[in-house]
C-alpha cells in the first residue's frame, strides 16, 4: 500500500440511494487505484477499529449497491463534541486511522455529519497528521443548506408524491359511504419538504393532496378544521400531508406526547398523522383513515428517481476527485444551472458553511392560504422526482438487493475503551 | 339498443387492479357489440339511477384503466339485506335495470358484494325479470372461498413483501445507535394472508421479518415480547409485521380502543402497530419505529404484481363470457391448475358457496412457533408476487393514471327516496 487508503463511513437516517453514493465512491477509488475501507456504523466503527475491507467485493456487487436500499455498511446516530471536549475520541480516530495508512475520509450524512468530518479536519490540521476530510451529502430532509438539493430527497419525494396520488384515487372511489378525509404524515424534523413534495401528486386545484401542513407554519387547529370541511363540501373527500414536525404557534410539537430524545438530543416524533385523523373524525364527524409511511419513504428504492440517483452517484465520484486532489474540509454539493430545461452540476463548498445549519422551506415556496405549494416551489421540485430507475427484480418477485460480505479488516490497536 | 345493456358496478375496499377488472369487462362486452354501463359508487348508482355511459369512453382511456389504481367509477360499503326485509330496494334495483334494458349485472367486490349479487339474481328469477348476475372476486384481504387467490391480493402482497424488505435494510443499518425494533402493520380483519405475504420478504432463517403476528394465532403479550427479546440479541434488531386484526385469547380485538363499526359493522380497526410499538418499548426498553401503510398497500399500483393484473384482467373477461351465456349466479374464480411450475386457469363456481364466507389461514400455513410462514405457505404466496407491471410514467416523474369522462346516462325514473 504505502500511498495510504481511503475511509468510508455513512451516518444518520440512511436512505434509497446512499448506497449508490458509496458504489460510487468504491468505483471511482479503484478506478484510482485506491483501496476504501469502510467503517461499520459510521463514525463509532472508526473509533471501535471496526473497518470492512470493500476490496474483497466484487464489481458485481458494488455495482449492485446503486440499486439497494438501506445502508450497506451500517450508519449510527453519534455526535461528537468539541475537539476540546472529546480530545480522547479524536485522538483514537487518528490513532485508527494512521494504523490502517488512512488518508482520505468521506463521511456520507447530513448536518450533524458534516460537522464530524469538519471536526475531524480540524484535529487533524492541529496534529499535523496528513488527512483529507470530505462531507459527502445524503438526507430525505433535504435540510442541508448550500447544496441545491441532498442526495435521498428526490426518491422519498418521489415515493411521497406518487402514494399520495394512489391513495387519493382510493378516498375518491370510497368517499360516497366511507372514508372521507385521508391523512398522511411524512417525515421532516424541522423542514417541510418532503410535505410539499406531496403537493407534487396534484396538478389541479382541487386535486389531492388539499391541505398540506408545514413545520414552518403555525399549527392553527380551527383554520384546519374549516379548511378540511371546506374541501369535503365542495370536492366529497380531502386528502391532508402533514409534516410529523408541525408546531403549535408557542412553538410545543403538536405530535409531542411522550417527548423522547433521539441520540442527537432530537425529540422522537410520530403519531400526529392519527392525532389529527382524531380530531377530524371527533370535531367534524367524518369518517377518517391515516397513514404513516415512517422508513417505507427513504427505503422505498424501488420507486426512487432517477434523478436523485445520478446526484448520489455524482457526488460519490466527486468526493473521491476531491478527496484525491487534497481538497480539505468541502462537500461536494448540487448546483442546479437552469430550471427549465433541468441542468446541474457538482460544485465543492466549504463544510464550514454547511456544518450543523438547516434549510427550510422558504416562503415563496409556500402558497398564501399556508396550506399549499406556489408554482415556484413545484418549479423546484418536479425535476427532483424525475425518471424512472427500478432495481432488478429476481424470479421470485422481490427486488435482487446485494447483500456486501463486509470482511473485517484486521485490528491493529487495543480495543476502544470509550 | 334492444338487445340489453350491461351493468358494472365496484364495491367494498378498492385495490390496485380492481380498474383492470373493470379494463378488461369494457373491452369483452365491446368486442361482443354490448354496451355497458356502470354504476357509480356500486350498487347504490343502481338505486340511484346514477349511471354513466362507458361507451363514451376512448379506447385508450379503457385500456388505461388496467394501470391505474382505485376505482373509477367509485365504490361503496353498503350491504343488501334479506329479500323481504328490503323488499323496496330490491324492486327500485329492477326497475332501474328495465329501465336501462340491463340483462347482465356484474358486482365486482368482496364476500358481501357476491351476497349482494346473489340476492338480485334471486330477485329477478323470482318476479321473472330476465337478468344474469355475475359476481367478480376483487379483495386484498384474500378472504373469499373456493377461488385459489383474489386479484388485488397479489399487488397488496408485493407491495407488503417489497416494503418489508427495504424496510429491514433500514433497520439493520440503524440498529447499532438506533432503531432496533420495528412494527409493520398490515391489513387482514380476520384473515392473515396479508401478514404472510410480510414473510416473503426474507428467505434465510434470520431474515426479517423475524416475528408475524396473524389473526389466527391468539395474541400472547409475554410470548410476543420473549420472542422478541430472543431475535434482537442474537441478530440485533427485529421486524415484526402484525396484522390489524389480532385479537386475545378471549375474543377481543387488541387495536380496540375507540370501537367505531364500518357500513357493513365491522369493527374500525387500525393502530395496533403503534401500540405494539409502545409496548416494546416500555416492557423490553428498545427503541422502536412504526409503519401503518393503510391505503398505501391497496393503491400501490407502481408495485403491481403482474400475475395479479393477469387475473384481475381474467376474471373481467370470463365474467362477460358467463354473463352473455346465461351462467347466472356464479362468479369466475382462480384455479390452480400447477404450483411448480404455477399454472392457473378462470372457471365459475355458484355465487352460493362464496357469499357471507370467509377463508383465513390454514394451520399449515403458520409454523410451530406461531410466529412463522411455512414452506407450504411460502410455495402458495411466492407465485402470486411474480413479476412486474408498472404504469407508464409521464414526463413530470408520476404514473400516468387515467381519469375517465364518467359521463350520466339520462334518468328515466322518479329519484330514489331510499
Chains 1, 2 share one sequence.
Not at 128 to 138: A, D, E, H, N, S
Not at 161 to 175: G, H, K, R, T, Y
Request: net charge positive; proline share 5%.
Amino acid at each position: 500500500m504505502g500511498k495510504g487508503t481511503l475511509l468510508y463511513a455513512q451516518s444518520g437516517g440512511v436512505t434509497a440511494v446512499i448506497n449508490a453514493t458509496a458504489g460510487a465512491v468504491i468505483q471511482a477509488a479503484r478506478g484510482r487505484k485506491v483501496k476504501v475501507l469502510a467503517a461499520r456504523n459510521g463514525i463509532l466503527g472508526a473509533l471501535r477499529e471496526d473497518l470492512v475491507d470493500t476490496s474483497r467485493e466484487s464489481a458485481a456487487a458494488i455495482r449492485a449497491l446503486a440499486h439497494t436500499p438501506g445502508g450497506a455498511f451500517g450508519s449510527c446516530r453519534f455526535k461528537l463534541k468539541s475537539l476540546d471536549q472529546d480530545q480522547d475520541k479524536y485522538q483514537r480516530l487518528l490513532d485508527v486511522l494512521d494504523a490502517h495508512d488512512v488518508r482520505w475520509f468521506l463521511y456520507n450524512g447530513g448536518n450533524d455529519s458534516a460537522d464530524t468530518a469538519l471536526k475531524l479536519s480540524e484535529m487533524a490540521r492541529v496534529t499535523g497528521y496528513p488527512l483529507t476530510c470530505i462531507g459527502v451529502p445524503k438526507t430525505v430532509d433535504n435540510d442541508l443548506v448550500v447544496t441545491d438539493t441532498c442526495p435521498g430527497f428526490g426518491s422519498a419525494a418521489k415515493y411521497t408524491a406518487v402514494s399520495v396520488a394512489e391513495a387519493a384515487l382510493d378516498v375518491a372511489a370510497m368517499a360516497d359511504t366511507s372514508t372521507k378525509v385521508f391523512v398522511y404524515e411524512v417525515m421532516g424534523r424541522h423542514a417541510g419538504w418532503l410535505a410539499a413534495a406531496g403537493g407534487l401528486a396534484g396538478v389541479g386545484k382541487d386535486d389531492a393532496p388539499q391541505v398540506i401542513l408545514f413545520p414552518e407554519i403555525a399549527y392553527d387547529e380551527a383554520k384546519f378544521l374549516a379548511r378540511v370541511q371546506a374541501v369535503v363540501k365542495k370536492v366529497g373527500w380531502c386528502v391532508v400531508v402533514v409534516s410529523e414536525g408541525i408546531r403549535h404557534a408557542d412553538g410545543r410539537f403538536v405530535a409531542d406526547a411522550g417527548g423522547g430524545k433521539d441520540a442527537f438530543g432530537h425529540s422522537q416524533l410520530g403519531g400526529v398523522g392519527p392525532l389529527l385523523a382524531a380530531t377530524v373524525k371527533d370535531k367534524l364527524g367524518l369518517k377518517v383513515h391515516w397513514t404513516v409511511p415512517d422508513y417505507l419513504q427513504r427505503s422505498a428504492r424501488h420507486i426512487a428517481s432517477a434523478t436523485d440517483l445520478a446526484q448520489a452517484q455524482a457526488v460519490g465520484k466527486a468526493a473521491v476527485d476531491y478527496a484525491l486532489a487534497g481538497k480539505n474540509g468541502v462537500m461536494p454539493v448540487i448546483v442546479r444551472t437552469s430550471s427549465k430545461p433541468y441542468r446541474w452540476k457538482i460544485a465543492p463548498a466549504p463544510l464550514a458553511d454547511i456544518a450543523n445549519r438547516e434549510k427550510t422551506m422558504p416562503k415563496v415556496f409556500i402558497d398564501r392560504s399556508g396550506f399549499g405549494i406556489t408554482a415556484a416551489c413545484r418549479a423546484y421540485l418536479q425535476p427532483l422526482i424525475k425518471g424512472e430507475a427500478p432495481p432488478p427484480y429476481r424470479a421470485d418477485g422481490l427486488p435482487d438487493y446485494v447483500r456486501l460480505k463486509n470482511l473485517p479488516v484486521a485490528r491493529k490497536l487495543p480495543a476502544w475503551k470509550g
